[in-house]
């Protein structure tokens, strides 16, 4: 009898014995199917920080079916350094973070993520965007984990799969480079993200302001309404003559965003100083000899900068036609620094008064830095002395 019952447990135990390596034998690991990327930039598969939400598309199959995979895992990374790693949970359909300090770096928009089950195959839509202090990069590997209720697993590397670009460059251009103390300047440009040549520039809301800063990072004027990333801003030359270079600071509105000033492109504007001339003191006991001086003030660097031509032209105010034209009173090339030309008059009386005679100088000044592909400004003064009846009338007109 007993050796009956022996019989029986050894037939039952084999039996289940069987039957469990038959069911070990039919199962099989979840596996990664595919990724793509949906939705992006151009170049192809470039992500933007704030730019937009960017989709990926993963697939996944399980042959006892898709309702067994338990979790999905997407991780963007760098080589062994990982850039940010996204969990979707599938019997509670969550999607999460999954530690690190990725998740202070992108954005995943757990609303619009989402995943649906057909058979076996197991689709999931991860929708997300890199933040301003994401790492700027191309060549962003994926890797993706996956694992069933019977803690099967499947993992895959996937490499190259998309560029993020989270620098920003900007253009800058004065509308001019040369002219008087305070002058009107206008700064102008456009803001783009790096590698684009400003064909992809950040949303409207993005931007709090930009300021355009002198060499002493004074703020010399400030723009809030930048519109598909293009500011403008008019301000003042400076009040002494000098030359002075210029560059942009930009202030965003997101926090991940670190505000700072853009070391280039710089542009420069040189301010010149002209005074004078001045005439006699006491018109009503004129000199024999009135003596008109005038001072130019001019900013450069370097001796070819600038280049003073002065001509003195006698004016015969009773027939209104010039006399003479006596041209070559001086040709100088200038650096920076202030210049002085004396022009001497002979007064010449009738009865102890001065004739309806006068002179005017006419001087030339041609600004433009040599070493730079600008085409030189011309700046002309017209200096008019008119001497009437024993007073002094002076004309100072500045030509552009």
């Not at 993963?58 to 080589?79: N, W, Y």
């Not at 057909?118 to 993706?144: C, M, Y």
């Not at 499947?154 to 620098?167: A, G, I, Q």
């Not at 949303?203 to 400030?222: A, I, M, Q, R, W």
Request: net charge negative; charged share 20%; proline share 4%.
């Amino acid at each position: 009898m007993r050796t009956i019952k022996v019989l029986i447990f050894l037939a039952v135990f084999l039996f289940a014995m069987k039957f469990l390596v038959i069911r070990v034998q039919c199962q099989t690991p979840p596996e990664n199917i595919s990724i793509s990327c949906t939705v992006y930039d151009n170049p192809a598969y470039t992500f933007y920080a704030q730019n937009q939400w960017y989709e990926i598309e993963t697939v996944h199959e399980d042959a006892e079916g898709a309702s067994t995979i338990e979790t999905v895992s997407i991780t963007f990374k760098q080589g062994a350094s990982v850039r940010v790693n996204f969990l979707y949970d599938n019997p509670t359909d969550m999607f999460s973070f999954v530690g690190g300090a990725g998740r202070w770096e992108w954005d995943l928009d757990t609303d619009a993520c989402s995943a649906s089950e057909a058979l076996d195959v197991l689709t999931v839509t991860w929708v997300f965007k890199p933040r301003w202090n994401a790492t700027d990069e191309d060549d962003v590997d994926v890797l993706l984990e996956i694992e069933d209720n019977d803690t099967l697993t499947d993992s895959d590397t996937y490499n190259n799969c998309f560029d993020v670009v989270t620098n920003l460059k900007t253009s800058f251009s004065l509308d001019h480079h040369t002219g008087t103390v305070n002058e009107q300047v206008t700064a102008s440009g456009v803001i783009y993200y790096d590698k684009t040549g400003q064909s992809y520039y950040p949303p409207d809301n993005e931007f709090t302001s930009v300021s355009v800063y002198d060499s002493l990072n004074t703020v010399k004027g400030t723009d809030t309404t930048i519109l598909n990333g293009v500011w403008n801003i008019t301000f003042n030359a400076p009040s002494t003559a000098r030359n002075e270079t210029y560059n942009l600071y930009i202030n965003m509105n997101d926090t991940s965003y670190t505000d700072g000033e853009e070391a280039s492109p710089t542009d420069w504007f040189a301010s010149e100083d002209i005074t004078g001339p001045v005439g006699p003191t006491d018109p009503s006991q004129p000199p024999s000899t009135s003596v008109v001086h005038f001072k130019v003030t001019v900013a450069g660097s370097a001796a070819e900068d600038c280049n003073i031509k002065i001509y003195e032209k006698v004016y015969d105010m009773y027939q209104g036609t010039v006399q003479t034209d006596a041209q070559g009173k001086a040709n100088m090339s200038l650096a920076y620094g202030e210049y002085r030309y004396d022009a001497q008059y002979q007064g010449m009386t009738e009865n102890g008064t001065f004739l309806h005679n006068g002179a005017y100088l006419l001087i030339e000044i041609q600004f433009g830095k040599a070493r730079l592909p600008l085409s030189p400004n011309l700046t002309k003064l017209l200096i008019g002395i008119s001497i009437v009846a024993a007073a002094v009338y002076v004309i100072f007109k500045i030509k552009k």
